[in-house]
């Protein structure tokens, strides 16, 4: 429902629906209509998109057409009997508070349906309803050209390129924005490109799934993190090559979240840029990055280790469309240095200190320990309490909530863990990374260490025999 503080705006909203060829999806058109009819029947002018829409042109839209919000209908990751109904404010970035609890607020104040609200015929031929589809489809890959930094190796390049939508949507569009940098579009899987939320050939459309071919002729899976750091890297190579003037660098911004790895940090102390970490979500790296960018900030890269990547500060949020583009055009220049993407990964660790991560999670009034078996606690940060104790007065910067549990214990030895409750799941996740400073070089020797400090939070921590929990590794 359409809450007072959003019905008596004058701009318009945007509104997209994720659609995809199946009798569910006419579950999900439906879902669409029935929320322009809410909006329409108030006299807000509605932009629908007729057909699938990736949902980073959600947050373009918003933000390119100048409009009030904007709604993604879609599956998502959500289980495949219900639909996702993800809202972006005026800003381009999801909601955050206040307006998430004034909309629940507003829900809560409407929970008997409106007379008219199941008669989507209002959108017949309604002078507030508009299609973006072309012009948007138009707009964004020329916004997009703008990061293609070396055309003229992707249009040479003997680098082949396989993609999977893996059932979603994103098939035309990754074709398109390959062609935008020049490159001959990718390879489709055909099983897999087509949209189907029945997803009949995965048990699970999981994008960690994917692998690299290694010199010894094994498949490597890159994780979120390594990801992370070769796009960041990347991007801030590419940045310095275009901007010799080394004050510029006192306005140039990076972001990860909280229990995503910290390589990003270490880059920007050696390369003299800014870098700065969010609570979990792209809801908080967008709202941040937009308020960066309003204070005349340059937003270059933003990630977070569950495999969320924010290329281009024109979507301020998520965008698996650019972060493939801009990902093939690295593996292509690295070609020309006849490197491999595991290469430069390993080339970035020695430059900047190896960062070896671990996630995992667990279903199901006292003093901070300063120790964890044999690993010596250097510092504490609790944001459901507010405390960190490497803080003047004791306080967290980052927002606190009493209701989401998370605790952040830095480790003498440059060890970092997270600990926080799921928020959709009965789960404790966890996300650790050793931090080694440059110079420090023995990868096998610090997943050695890795390895002993997860075992000592596990048994000193968790407990997991005591409190009946088990283990599931991610």
Request: hydrophobic share 35%; aromatic share 12%; charged share 20%.
């Amino acid at each position: 429902m359409v809450g007072p503080s959003l019905s008596s705006l004058l701009s318009p909203a945007l509104l997209t629906a994720l659609l995809s060829f199946s009798p569910r999806s006419l579950c999900i058109s439906r879902f669409a209509r029935l929320a322009a009819t809410t909006f329409i029947s108030q006299g807000i002018p509605v932009y629908l998109f007729s057909d699938i829409t990736p949902t980073p042109f959600v947050p373009y839209t918003v933000s390119h057409l100048k409009l009030c919000a904007g709604i993604m209908i879609t599956a998502s990751h959500n289980p495949k009997q219900d639909n996702g109904y993800k809202v972006y404010w005026e800003n381009g970035a999801q909601i955050i508070s206040p307006h998430d609890k004034e909309i629940s607020q507003a829900i809560e104040e409407n929970l008997e349906p409106w007379p008219q609200a199941w008669d989507d015929s209002v959108l017949n031929g309604s002078l507030l309803l508009h299609d973006p589809s072309a012009s948007i489809n138009k707009d964004y890959f020329e916004d997009l050209k703008k990061y293609c930094f070396h055309r003229a190796v992707n249009k040479e390049t003997k680098v082949k390129f396989v993609h999977t939508s893996v059932h979603g949507v994103g098939h035309s569009f990754v074709q398109s924005a390959f062609k935008a940098f020049d490159f001959v579009p990718p390879e489709a899987v055909p099983e897999q490109k087509d949209p189907d939320p029945e997803f009949p050939t995965v048990k699970y459309p999981n994008p960690e799934e994917g692998k690299e071919k290694q010199d010894s002729g094994e498949w490597k899976v890159f994780s979120g993190n390594e990801l992370g750091a070769l796009l960041g890297w990347w991007l801030f190579t590419s940045w310095k090559e275009k901007n010799q003037d080394h004050s510029a660098l006192q306005n140039l911004y990076m972001l990860s979240s909280t229990v995503s790895s910290k390589i990003l940090r270490a880059i920007a102390l050696k390369e003299g840029f800014h870098f700065e970490e969010t609570l979990t979500g792209f809801k908080w790296m967008g709202n941040r990055a937009k308020q960066l960018i309003d204070q005349g900030k340059n937003v270059l890269f933003a990630f977070e280790e569950a495999i969320g990547y924010m290329c281009c500060p024109f979507v301020l949020d998520k965008d698996g469309v650019s972060a493939a583009v801009i990902t093939a055009e690295l593996a292509s220049f690295l070609a020309t240095k006849n490197l491999s993407l595991s290469q430069q990964l390993k080339a970035i660790y020695v430059e900047y200190g190896y960062h070896i991560t671990r996630a995992s999670n667990y279903d199901g009034k006292s003093n901070y320990p300063k120790t964890c078996g044999r690993f010596e606690i250097s510092h504490v940060r609790d944001l459901t309490t507010g405390y960190d104790d490497n803080e003047p007065d004791k306080k967290a910067i980052l927002p606190t909530s009493k209701s989401s549990q998370m605790i952040t214990f830095s480790f003498a030895n440059g060890g970092v863990a997270t600990m926080r409750t799921s928020g959709t799941e009965p789960k404790i996740k966890y996300y650790l990374e050793l931090c080694a400073p440059p110079g420090n070089s023995d990868p096998e020797q610090l997943k050695k260490e890795l390895e002993e400090l997860v075992s000592a939070i596990e048994e000193h921590f968790f407990q997991p025999q005591k409190y009946n929990l088990q283990p599931k590794g991610e």
